[in-house]
């Protein structure tokens, strides 16, 4: 095969922003979010033959996700569902935020912006992770760190959607 005679530029991304949204309310003490895709395989062999096929089985997705802990935990409990705050007064002080299984799937949004120089922030694309549901939370309390909760959680789909213009 011959040699290509022009390379592509080689962009490099300066820095990135991400504000991950629960439908319209913004999840501000995201820390880390890690979403994964895997198309997992099996490799099958006939009797007596040394070579294998692979097949390949339906994509899963899953994330995990890592806030800061707040005395106020009202988006930790837009993410477990289930409990809302109430609208005014705060909390009254008998809800019970924990894993629920039964609550029903929602749609996470992390909304990438570049993270310009001269001050402003473009919208550059969408990662969506299509009917999320939590299914398990950890409370991480370290003496020398602020305290934060992961949570981990699948989802049906996981895909991203660049911005109108971007690459133009």
């Given amino acids: 095969m011959a040699s290509p005679t022009t390379v592509p530029a080689f962009e490099i991304q300066e820095g990135q922003v991400f504000i991950v949204k629960k439908s319209t309310t913004v999840i501000g003490q995201a ?30 997705h899953s994330v ?11 988006q930790l409990a837009a993410l477990l569902g289930g409990t809302a705050k109430p609208g005014s007064g705060g909390w009254v002080g008998s809800e019970k935020l924990f894993l629920n299984p039964t609550i029903a799937a929602f749609d996470l949004l992390i ?24 299914t398990s939370l950890n409370v991480n309390i370290q003496a020398d760190n602020p305290a934060t909760i992961t949570m981990n959680g699948e989802m049906i789909d996981l895909y991203y959607t660049p911005a109108a213009g971007v690459g133009a």
Avoid: M
């Fill in 111 to 134: 909304d990438v912006y570049d993270a310009a120089t001269d001050g402003s922030d473009n919208k550059i694309g969408t990662w969506t992770l299509d009917d999320f549901k939590p």
């Fill in 64 to 74: 995990s996700l890592e806030l800061y802990s707040e005395s106020d935990p009202d």
């Fill in 31 to 60: 820390t880390r979010i890690n979403p994964q895709s895997t198309a997992q395989t099996r490799k099958i062999a006939r009797l007596g033959d040394t070579s294998k096929k692979v097949s390949y089985q339906p994509t899963e």
